[in-house]
């Protein structure tokens, strides 16, 4: 099996200057996909879920998804990883079905909306660190609110993440990755005209805390191509942007060592299985249109783990386990 800790690859990442891409999923063809796209590329990835994938997939289908993934491609590292982790009790239950890594995004209360308080955070956060680290588990925080709304996952105001926060709060939790608001947002919506991005504020919480992994979220790039597709296949998606990728890679030598990427993978499935429907009406296969969304979605992830400088690092990772990963934790004090 090779399902390693989430730490492993933003470690090895921080230290080669790449990224990883955590990649949304719901179902089995977006698995295989992925899959399929770093087997190609012999890339690590993170392969998360977030409370509504596995609420959609009634979690064990889920789960044994990712597990089949892992013997599949016993060459490449996986690291199995909670999104938008809302409680203590939510990150229990993904550790509990044999996750490698959990978000407890703390920025935010219970109800996934509601901005906390600087020290609600870090309860939190404390919490599931006590819970994880015991059990080899990574944990991400979250610092600072996204500005965007998706599916009840957000405030919908942006508050940026505050350096001396961040210093603060990374002391006192001693968490494995931090994710920093910038001024993304979650969706296909992310700027009204250019993206305006405060990518200094990475540099300079990277230069107050450089051992500690950055983690983009609402970093997909919403590619004019890909919306092209859906619009012209019966789709409606005016004024859809991105974060340019030029933007990510930009911050990549500043310590951003994951990247969250949902919204594209989306695009890249609804534009091809539009087109099917569109120019094949007779069919009614789910295979004929699933298929293609899957190779679709291949594409895509394959050019992002080139963007993002992983490909190609399979095989420098090395394969740990969450026993293993304890007796790491324990080496270095933080246990
Ligand atoms: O956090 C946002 C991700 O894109 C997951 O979205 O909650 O609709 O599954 P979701
Ligand atoms: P996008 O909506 O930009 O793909 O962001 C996804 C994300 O941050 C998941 O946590
Ligand atoms: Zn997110």
Redesign the pocket.
Known sequence: MALVPMRILLDAALKGTYAVGAY?V?NMEQIQAIMAAASRTKTPVIIQA????LKYSNFTYLKHLMDAAAEENPDIPIAMHL??GNSLDTCKKAIELGFTSVMIDGSLKEDSKTPTTFEENLDVTKSVIDYARPRGVTVEAELGTLGGI????GSGRINLTDPDQAVEFVERTKVDALAVAIGTS??AYKFKEEPKLALNLVKEIHSRIPETALVM?GSSSVPEDLVAIVNKYGGKMPNARGVPISAIQSVIPYGVAKV?I??DGRLAITGAIRKVFIETPEKFDPRDYLGPARTALTELVSQKMVDLGTAGHAGEIQMTSLDEMKAFYMNKGLL
């Open positions: 949304n719901n977030s409370r509504g994938a999104d938008h998706e599916d009840g996952v979650h969706g979220h969250n949902d919204t």
